[in-house]
């Protein structure tokens, strides 16, 4: 049951990559297309542990640059620079409220590309990157703030559906109980 | 708040990466196959998923259409046939030709058709993944093609599919031709400012201060490079303008392919 939640995120982080690879409208309506890692990532800080976050990072990045012309390894670390600071925050962070999955899906959906951008201008590479990248980081910033609270919903589900349910409490409280042999004495 | 499973955290994660980036060109190429392979079960799941529209509707289409579609491919083939001998005796009158002024022979064009499969799912490259791999006798720096004009090129390749950097990505520059009575050249480059939504727009760059360009008139591969032969219609010509202080002319090419939209695409054998 503890591996419940880690395999889940991972197996949605692999179909997250396997899906922005095949579907090809948000690209021709929106002009760019919406990557889901950051805002998984933003999930897995508040409610993973660090190994999973890690796990996260590596694999999530992994794959993403397996079906891309990026670097292979490139966008681990941008993944896990958004995803680390958020967990070591996250007692301090109001999870529950879908305006502050809002804000950090913005921030990390935003940061993510940028640092990915600038460690393959670093090592050499030449993006395209123009005053048409300005529109494709908006829509990107916009698409996984909106799809960071609809994630952390449906995750919720699933562990509804999937995880053990709590163990609700009981009526019967042994204070309470009716003693008949004092009362009959 | 810094404690030492964190720590141990932060260290291996920057670890991974850093011995990633770090790889050789070779060594991370042969670890991007292997971790592409983990998608090869979902290609076959999608390649059904997609198929599965085309087939119910294929289903229902009543035989009256079916007649009519038969009918208007009949017309269509016998129109092929009467072009194909035109252009036999056509490209045999052009042997001939060259052999009589001892011109080099040009070799014929073998096409095979791959299926694209997959699109880069990052925003800053212009990439697709065809389904021939080295298995079908692929290499690098195969042309790509559609019946509208150039694609790209095979960027890598891997056992059983290939990457096409398409044109307009920084890693697929492509000598061109105006067809026009000076027959301007120049290099076609990504296209940086325009619309975001119009992929199909690329810059025609270095081209000569004199160049005599119109729109309309169509841009062709001049052959140069040694990648792509000569004659691939590319796209049309939209505008010009004199850059670099008259120095030199640049151009907004409308490309022939419909690169957003591709489904199946021709790789060029030679």
Redesign the interface.
């Known amino acids: 049951m503890k591996l419940f939640q880690p395999i889940l995120i991972l197996s949605f982080a692999?179909?997250a990559?396997?899906g922005?690879?095949?579907l090809?409208a948000p690209?021709?309506?929106?002009?760019?297309?919406i990557?889901l890692l950051p805002a998984l990532m933003v999930y897995a800080a508040l409610h993973a542990d660090?190994?999973t976050?890690?796990l996260l990072?590596?694999l999530g990045?992994?794959?993403?640059?397996?079906?891309?012309?990026?670097?292979?390894?490139?966008s681990?670390?941008p993944l896990?620079a958004v995803g680390?600071p958020v967990y070591?925050r996250r007692d301090l962070i109001l999870r529950d409220l879908p305006f502050a999955q809002l804000v950090l899906g913005t921030a990390a959906s935003a940061l993510a590309?940028v640092l990915?951008?600038l460690?393959?201008l670093n090592?050499g590479k030449?993006?395209?990157?123009?005053?048409?990248?300005l529109?494709?980081w908006a829509v990107?910033t916009a698409g996984g703030a909106a799809v960071t609270p609809v994630l952390f919903a449906f995750f919720e589900w699933c562990g509804r559906m999937l995880g053990y349910r709590l163990n609700t409490q009981m009526a019967f409280r042994p204070d309470r109980e009716i003693q008949h042999r004092k009362i009959l004495k | 708040?810094?404690k030492q499973?964190?720590y141990l955290?932060?260290g291996?994660?920057?670890f991974?990466?850093v011995?990633?980036?770090s790889?050789p060109t070779r060594a991370?190429g042969r670890?991007?196959v292997a971790?592409?392979a983990?998608?090869l079960p979902?290609f076959g799941l999608?390649d059904a998923a997609q198929q599965l529209p085309a087939d119910l509707a294929d289903s229902v289409l009543p035989r009256r259409e079916l007649l009519r579609e038969i009918d208007r491919l009949r017309r269509d083939n016998q129109q092929l046939k009467e072009q194909q001998l035109q252009t036999t005796a056509i490209a045999r009158e052009n042997q001939q030709l060259r052999a009589e002024l001892d011109w080099q022979q040009q070799a014929p064009w073998r096409l095979k058709l791959a299926n694209v499969v997959?699109?880069?799912?990052?925003?800053?490259?212009?990439?697709v993944?065809i389904d021939l791999g080295s298995r079908d006798g692929i290499q690098t720096n195969q042309p790509v093609l559609t019946a509208e004009g150039l694609v790209g090129r095979v960027?890598s390749v891997s056992l059983i599919n290939s990457?096409v950097?398409l044109v307009?990505?920084?890693?697929c520059r492509v000598s061109a031709l105006v067809e026009n009575a000076s027959h301007d050249m120049g290099v076609l480059i990504?296209?940086?400012?325009?619309d975001?939504?119009d992929s199909s727009l690329v810059q025609l760059s270095y081209l000569a201060s004199t160049a005599n360009l119109k729109p309309g008139q169509n841009v062709l591969t001049s052959g140069l490079g040694g990648i792509f032969p000569k004659g691939i219609p590319i796209g049309r010509i939209v505008e010009s303008q004199s850059v670099e202080y008259g120095l030199a002319t640049v151009a907004s090419v409308k490309l022939n392919a419909d690169l957003?939209?591709l489904e199946q695409v021709w790789v060029l054998f030679r």
């Open positions: 692999f179909l990559v396997f922005e690879a095949t090809a690209r021709r309506w929106l002009g760019a297309q990557d660090l190994v976050v890690s990072a590596v990045g992994l794959w993403f640059d397996s079906l891309s012309a990026n670097l292979l390894g490139v681990i670390l896990f680390f070591l590309p990915t951008l460690l393959l090592a030449q993006p395209l990157v123009a005053w048409v990248s529109w494709q990107m | 708040m810094f499973k964190n955290a932060l291996a994660v920057v991974v990466a011995l990633l980036l790889l991370t670890l991007k971790v592409e983990w998608f979902l999608a997959l699109r880069d799912p990052a925003n800053w490259w212009k990439t993944q960027a990457q950097a307009g990505d920084p890693n990504p296209r940086g400012p325009g975001p939504l957003g939209a």
